[in-house]
């Protein structure tokens, strides 16, 4: 399973994916590795806790939409990452100016292969993590949108939508589909970005944006 996600994800080269330059998958006492580019800045997590826990809707929409154009080239390529999250994504703030990367993919799975995840098994975050990937249900580009539409209600909003004191207090308020909007909590959310948010956090897969390539042109609209 390594090996084969390994490969997809060295396989895809894209501008807001870190590069994957080798890897092995370890045996006979010896450790598994990847092997990645160096990136020079912080997580979004503590981008956002040097920013006081939110960033401005206008920035929040350009780190989006990196990210759903890094999710769009993994998704034509029949990869679905499964842990969209701010620990999940980088800021470089490289010579070239600031990036914004999407990495570790060490969760994903290939869409149409059922074997790369174990059975009844849960992975993920709770707090950003689709309904169905809590049920254990059929994981799908969808359920990589509705992770990041959590993503993008922290940044604006400065919490998960989805609150509890556990793991499983989480994600019972994350299967009920409860949560206050962002307009409600923030002012400076607009009724276009609040009904962005709110499509991709629809309960059933098949009322959000279908993958990453038609929420990056919605984010694109905004």
């Given amino acids: 399973r390594f090996r084969r996600e390994a490969q997809a994800v060295a396989a895809l080269k894209h501008d807001c994916i870190v590069d994957v330059f080798d890897f092995a998958p370890g045996g006979d006492g010896e450790p598994a590795y990847i092997v990645s580019e160096l990136v020079d800045g912080p997580t979004l997590r503590q981008l956002l806790e040097r920013a006081g826990g939110r960033l401005p809707p206008e920035i929040a929409l350009l780190v989006a939409a990196r990210v759903a154009a890094a999710l769009a080239a993994a998704h034509a390529r029949g990869i679905i990452h499964r842990d969209v999250k701010p620990d999940n994504v980088m800021i470089d703030f490289g010579k070239g100016g600031a ?9 994903a799975r290939m869409v149409e292969d059922d074997t790369m995840t174990a059975t009844g098994s849960i992975l993920g975050s709770p707090s950003y993590m689709s309904p169905e990937q809590a049920r254990s249900g059929t994981i799908e580009p969808a359920s990589d949108v509705f992770s990041l539409g959590v993503t993008l209600y922290h940044m604006v909003v400065g919490r998960t939508p989805f609150q509890g004191k556990d793991p ?11 949560y206050l909007r962002p307009g409600r909590v923030e002012a400076r959310v607009g009724p276009e970005l609040e009904a962005l948010i709110v499509r991709c956090l629809k309960p059933q897969p098949a009322e959000r ?5 038609q929420l990056l042109a919605a984010l694109r609209e905004l």
């Fill in 99 to 107: 990036r914004v990367l999407l990495t570790d993919f060490g969760i």
């Fill in 209 to 213: 944006y279908a993958g990453g390539d």
């Fill in 168 to 178: 499983l207090t989480v994600i019972a308020s994350l299967v009920s589909g409860e």
